[in-house]
């Protein structure tokens, strides 16, 4: 089955909506594109 | 002295090194990664996927050679997090081996697609493609477990951080992880976006493609680094150097390209940094002596190369206003003997760094069981602490 995460932005979106706690919403675009570059360099 | 001091006192050998200022002893900054797993008696496997071991393996080697600083405590390769996501397809290790492999996220025509929006690019293209059919299946539990290693990962770097202000090791310099490092257009094309074939056909073949995607990554990324650079106080003497860039791209150019695609781009940024009076480390990986009459005229201090392959003595009578950092080579500490390494390393220390302008260091990356021997490793490195210069 396809994952809900899959399209962008929406999967982007709730990808960080689902598992960035609350207190960390703040910097929610740091934490997501410092996930991606570890994602995509390692 | 206490580690605070200690830290002060190496940053102050560096600096003064790379601005050719006379010091009593030459700064050893120990080019060493994952050569320290071997030296602890584990293997690749056991250090990248477990932290306890990894630091486990940069506390034996910081108890065990005096050194200056090092390239890596430990965070350089690490797969928790990759692995929690899944399998990927261009990084691989085992026991003994780290490596990638040669990769491109874009072709020649995609390259202006990366650049609308990399986000965008990153998730609907390269992620994709390397996890395969995969990808459409990352559910909740994955991208949970995946954030939690992330956390991990992090909390890793801040606390080997601690560690290295208890050894008083200064950093290399403020271009980490959390900051972004500087990379010149032609290098994030080569080693990521392009790759080392399709980057050298590009050249030749789609020019202009290359020149639009360099001049906009120009505008783009680099005109803000440029400001901050400008708006900056100038050193940061809390680390080894104010920068630190990587140049490969340059051994599959000629002159001409190197004209048109890097070197006009490289001086802006170049001149930036010594209008603030900064030190730059450039790692200048294969040999950068073809290229030696770019940089002659840039005055002494602002520039410090890395050597990998070009001879330490014939590049200071090329460039004499460069520091050098390197010199002790991996196939001398590798297959030498402690007697025959310290002897090159006093040449090295005597002759290139009699009047400032040397860091020692080794010309690759130590990574592999058999870069180095440690015998040769403790004479070589208890040699340049105690050897006063002339």
Not at chain 2, 32 to 44: R, S
Not at chain 2, 179 to 208: F, W, Y
């Amino acid at each position: 089955m396809k994952s809900r995460y899959t399209s962008f932005p929406e999967g982007y979106n709730r990808v960080a909506k689902d598992i960035i706690p609350w207190f960390m919403r703040p910097v929610k675009d740091m934490l997501m594109r410092l996930l991606l570059t570890i994602l995509v360099d390692g | 002295m206490n580690s605070k001091e200690l830290k002060a006192e190496r940053v102050k050998l560096f600096r003064d090194a790379e601005n050719f200022r006379k010091t009593d002893r030459v700064p050893y900054f120990a080019n060493v990664v994952t050569w320290k797993v071997f030296d602890a008696g584990h293997t690749l496997d056991e250090a990248m996927t477990d932290f306890n071991v990894m630091e486990e393996c940069v506390l034996h080697f910081l108890n065990k050679y005096p050194v200056d600083a090092i390239m890596d405590v430990g965070i350089r390769n690490q797969f928790n997090v990759t692995e929690a996501f899944g399998e990927g397809s261009y990084y691989y290790y085992d026991k003994e081996v780290v490596g990638v492999h040669d990769h491109a996220h874009c072709t020649p025509e995609t390259l202006q697609q990366y650049m609308d929006d990399p986000i965008r690019y990153a998730w609907e293209v390269i992620l994709p493609k390397k996890y395969g059919e995969s990808w459409e299946k990352k559910d909740k539990a994955v991208w949970k477990k995946t954030f939690s290693e992330y956390m991990a990962y992090i909390k890793f770097i801040l606390h080997m951080q601690k560690v290295m202000n208890k050894y008083g090791l200064p950093g290399l310099s403020p271009n980490n992880p959390m900051k972004g490092a500087v990379v010149p257009a032609v290098e994030t094309l080569m080693s990521d976006l392009l790759g080392i074939q399709q980057l050298s056909v590009a050249m030749r073949r789609n020019p202009d493609l290359i020149d639009a995607f360099v001049q906009r990554w120009e505008e783009e990324r680099m005109e803000p680094i440029y400001k901050k650079i400008r708006d900056s106080k100038g050193p940061d003497y809390k680390y080894c150097f104010d920068s630190s860039i990587l140049m490969l791209a340059h051994n599959v150019m000629n002159k001409s390209q190197f004209e048109r695609f890097y070197w006009p781009y490289l001086k802006k940024l170049l001149d930036v940094y010594a209008e603030k009076k900064m030190n730059i480390r450039i790692f200048t990986e294969g040999s950068i002596l073809r290229l030696a009459d770019y940089f002659k005229d840039y005055p002494k201090g602002l520039l410090t190369f890395h050597l990998e392959q070009d001879d330490p003595f014939e590049f200071r009578k090329a460039l004499p206003n460069v520091a050098i950092m390197g010199g002790m080579t991996t196939d001398l500490l590798s297959k030498g003997t402690p007697e025959e390494c310290v002897a090159y390393a006093k040449r090295l220390c005597d002759e290139l760094g009699s009047e400032g302008g040397f860091i020692f260091s080794e010309n690759k990356m130590l990574s592999y069981r058999n870069d180095a021997k440690s015998e040769n490793m403790l004479a070589v490195s208890e040699f340049v602490q105690s050897h006063r210069i002339a």
